[in-house]
C-alpha cells in the first residue's frame, strides 16, 4: 500500500492481500469496497482523492458493490445499503500453493437492513489475487423464510492516463439503455470511446469485455453477470460531485459487471453466485 492511501485509512478498516512482486489488493471494511489493485506496480484501480474513507458514505472509487437494489431505490439509499454497511471478516487473507491470495468477507441482514428491507440473507464476497488477476466473487444466500428478488453490480473503476484515448471493446451489437439519453440503443462500435457524460447498460453481454488505454488493457470476465453499466460523469456531473475532483473524470472509466435490467429471483435456501475476474495485460 502506498504512503498516500496509508495516511488517508485506519489500519483497522482495510484487509491487504499480497502476492509480491508489487501486486496487492486493499480493501475497506466499509462496503468491502477494493481500494487499490496493483500489477507489478501499477495502480489499476482509480480512487477519488477526495473519496470518504471515514465509513460515513459510501466510497467514491475502487470496487463499491451494489445490492440489492441498482439506481435509485424507494426503500433506502442509492444502490442499495451493501456499500454503505460494515463488512466483517470471514476468512483472512492466505496464500494457496499456486501463489493466490485469498479472502472472504460477509455481511448479514440486521435491524437496519430490515427496517428498510425485510428480507434474511447473508452475504460473502470472496476475493482472489493472483499475479496478473483479481477476481471477485458475491455469492447471495437466502436464509429467511421466503424468496425475494434483488439487482446486482460490481461498480469497478479503473484508471486511465486519458480517457480521450480509452475504449471500451466487445459491446458491438448489443442492446443498451441510456440513462442520459433515455432511450433503448443498439451499439454499432467494435471500440466504444467515451466522448462526454455516459451511463449505459449493455445488455445480454458476451462472456468477456475489455477497457483499453495507452499503457494497459484489462478484461472483465463476466459469470452469472448478463449486464455490462459503462459510467463516466464527464465535466459537468463531476463538479457537482462533493467527493469526485472536477478534472478526475480525465482518468477514470467505470465498467461494471452487474445483474440489473431484471430483478433476480433467490428462493428460500437458495444461494446466487456472481462473479468477475479481472485480467491485466501491460502493452510492451
Not at 76 to 95: D, I, L
Not at 138 to 154: A, P, Q
Not at 252 to 269: L, R, T, W
Amino acid at each position: 500500500m502506498d504512503a498516500e492511501l496509508a495516511g488517508r485509512v485506519q489500519e483497522g478498516d482495510i484487509v491487504i492481500l499480497d502476492v509480491g512482486d508489487g501486486t496487492s489488493a486493499v480493501v475497506h471494511l466499509h462496503g468491502a469496497t477494493a481500494l487499490s489493485w496493483k500489477c507489478s506496480g501499477q495502480e489499476i484501480l482509480f480512487l477519488s482523492k477526495k473519496a470518504v474513507l471515514d465509513s460515513s458514505k459510501a466510497i467514491r472509487g475502487g470496487i463499491p458493490l451494489v445490492f440489492p437494489q441498482f439506481g435509485p431505490w424507494s426503500c433506502g439509499p442509492q444502490h442499495g445499503f451493501a456499500r454503505n454497511k460494515r463488512w466483517s471478516v470471514e476468512s483472512q487473507p492466505q496464500k494457496t500453493g499456486d501463489g493466490t491470495v485469498t479472502c472472504s468477507l460477509a455481511l448479514s441482514d440486521d435491524e437496519d437492513t430490515r427496517k428498510a428491507w425485510d428480507y434474511r440473507f447473508k452475504l460473502v464476497y470472496t476475493l482472489e489475487l493472483s499475479k496478473s488477476s483479481l477476481t471477485t466473487r458475491l455469492t447471495v444466500d437466502n436464509t429467511g423464510d421466503e424468496s425475494f428478488t434483488f439487482t446486482t453490480l460490481m461498480h469497478s473503476y479503473f484508471l486511465t492516463p486519458d480517457i480521450g484515448t480509452t475504449t471500451v471493446h466487445g459491446l458491438k451489437g448489443l442492446t443498451y439503455v441510456d440513462k442520459v439519453q433515455n432511450g433503448q440503443f443498439q451499439e454499432d462500435r467494435e471500440a466504444v470511446s467515451i466522448p462526454e457524460n455516459y451511463d449505459r447498460v449493455y445488455q445480454k453481454c458476451p462472456s468477456s469485455v475489455f477497457m483499453e488505454c495507452s499503457t494497459h488493457s484489462v478484461s472483465v470476465n463476466l459469470s452469472n453477470f448478463p449486464d455490462v453499466v459503462v459510467w463516466n460523469p464527464w465535466s459537468e456531473k463531476a463538479k457537482a460531485m462533493s467527493d469526485f475532483g472536477d478534472e478526475e473524470y480525465k482518468t477514470m472509466v467505470c465498467v461494471e459487471a452487474g445483474s440489473v435490467s431484471s430483478p433476480v429471483q433467490i428462493d428460500v435456501g437458495q444461494k446466487l453466485s456472481f462473479q468477475q475476474t479481472l485480467q491485466v495485460q501491460a502493452k510492451l
